[in-house]
């Protein structure tokens, strides 16, 4: 019984088409690609109804250090700045180079405060423990799984890979 709308369009550049008031902005692992962030979260309030939600998936920050092998402790990571991670530079097979950038939390949270909003949910999921999971529980909660992911999840285990911000207009 409910009317759901869907829209597909770039971040900073909605169409005239999209018209709000919308009850619900999602954006997963979008955020990151585009250069005026804090611009593209203004936008997005100004889409919601009173009432309506924001919910935002970004990379986490920490997820943007490299990974190290210590002796005995096992993996970690290693940031030289937090508050400027380095980007996330990327060659694709046409030659074109994309970029996506993780920011601090506190300044994620503060652009979604400056655009009016309340952020109501911050959260950092645990990854899953594919360890202690059947082959069909793993197929079945992890979106990406190939044989190079699989050599990764060790190294996933021990840190968030993504924040999630829910804001309410």
Do not use: Q
């Not at 619900?24 to 611009?39: G, K, M, Q, V, W």
């Not at 530079?89 to 949270?109: H, K, N, Q, T, W």
């Not at 952020?119 to 999921?125: G, H, I, M, N, S």
């Not at 990406?144 to 309410?168: F, M, N």
Request: aromatic fraction near 10%; charged fraction near 30%; charge should be negative.
């Amino acid at each position: 019984g409910v009317d759901v709308t869907f829209v597909r369009a770039p971040m900073g550049k909605l169409p005239s088409a999209v018209n709000g008031p919308f009850d619900l902005i999602h954006s997963t692992y979008a955020l990151s690609f585009d250069e005026r962030p804090d611009e593209v979260i203004k936008s997005a309030a100004e889409l919601l109804r009173p009432g309506g939600r924001l919910l935002i998936t970004t990379g986490h920050p920490v997820f943007a250090g490299e990974w190290m092998e210590l002796e005995d402790e096992g993996f970690g990571t290693f940031l030289i700045d937090y508050f400027e991670p380095p980007d996330d530079v990327r060659s694709l097979p046409d030659g074109r180079i994309i970029r996506s950038r993780a920011y601090p939390i506190s300044r994620v949270f503060g652009w979604l405060r400056e655009a009016g909003l309340t952020v109501t949910r911050l959260l950092e999921p645990e990854p899953e423990r594919i360890e202690e999971l059947s082959e069909d529980e793993i197929r079945a909660c992890i979106p990406y799984d190939s044989p190079s992911w699989r050599e990764l999840y060790p190294k996933l285990a021990c840190t968030p890979v993504a924040v999630i911000y829910e804001a309410v207009k």
